[in-house]
């Protein structure tokens, strides 16, 4: 029965040619199959690793480390900045965040001088904005932008801080070692905006006292308008503004009543951390990952390996989780097409960034080493010196 699934699915599916572009040895980067990893690298305060596995028939998933100045001025400050972008609807909102959120925070850092929460917010609002103005040109032409939205989650370090910002439903997890025990308890550092959680939803009745069904269980999940599980985002122009909720737009993202306030919000949730020595490593996923693992499942995968190859780890055995709810073999399940795959999982993307202890108390001297590199982008060509 499982082989006729697949063969019917691979039928009604036809693979993309936007193919990943293989950049060269491990040290750049390495494909494997549908999964492109980078086990090992150094970033200002650690090493960190990065995995991609795509699902989608194009992948939706964007990711990115930045590593050195975080300032568009040479004065600083510096530090580490990781970001995981999960779209739907389509890769061009999660591309575009990719492409812009870290340039804006940089500008907004050198307008300041220093790294902080309004600096994160103001990053992420210049993003949006930007966004929706190119929704609002395409609009003729592109109808369908106005339907593409991402989630998006940044980790910044600096200076011995953490921050920790977060639209939508990916997810940044703290390992630290408990001392007395010896054991590395994982701590879930960003809050989701997920409709199937019960506050979640009650807080869009509170925003939306008149709409009874801000919220309703489809298929046995909650959606907002019937239409989309996650509540706040970059992008879907179409359920923020009733202008773009009209005709050219297809009919299944038109509401049948127009709405006087935005349903979905692009204000992030943003936590501070002071960095401890017993904090271990932060792992950075889109709910790809989430959705098959548990958060201290995942720490204790990082804890009991070597740093290298992290994060494949984590994705391969996020897959072979995926596998086994479908009682398939996961040399079977990497054999599946890309498209017929999201049958199966999501994209997944996961960063791995190491806090080294003795490194993040030196933060503010340090100006090296500088790594830009995203996993998922249209070139994975990283640069790094």
Known sequence: ????????????????SDRYVHTGPDSAGRQDGLLWYKDSGLHLVGEFSMAVVQANNLLEDQSQIESGSLSLLDSGPYGTFVGVYDGHGGPETSRYINDNLFQHLKRFVAEQNSMSVDVIRKAFQATEEGFLSLVVKQWPTKPQMAAVGSCCLVGVVCNGTLYVANLGDSRAVLGRLVKATGEVLALQLSAEH??????????????????????????????????????????DLYLKNAEYNKEPLYAKFRLREPFKRPLLSADPSISVHELETHDQFLIFASDGLWEHLSNQEAVDIVQNSSHRGSARRLVKAALQEAAKKREMRYSDLKKIDR???????????????????????????????????????????????
């Not at 801000?214 to 996650?230: A, C, E, F, S, T």
């Not at 997944?348 to 080493?369: H, K, Q, Y």
């Open 194 to 235: 997920n409709a199937s959680f019960e506050s979640v939803r009650q807080e869009l009745h509170s925003l939306h006292p008149d709409d009874p069904q801000i919220v309703v269980l489809k298929h046995n999940v909650w959606r907002v308008k019937g239409l989309i599980q996650i509540t706040r985002s970059i992008g």
């Open 339 to 385: 498209g017929v795959r999201r049958h199966f999982h999501d994209d997944i993307s996961v960063i791995v960034v190491f806090l080294d202890s003795n490194l993040v108390s030196r933060a503010t001297s340090l100006r090296g080493p500088s790594v830009s590199l995203r996993g998922g982008s249209r070139s994975l060509a990283p640069t790094s010196t």
């Open 1 to 16: 029965m499982l082989s006729k699934l697949i063969n019917f699915l691979r039928a009604c599916w036809r693979p993309s």
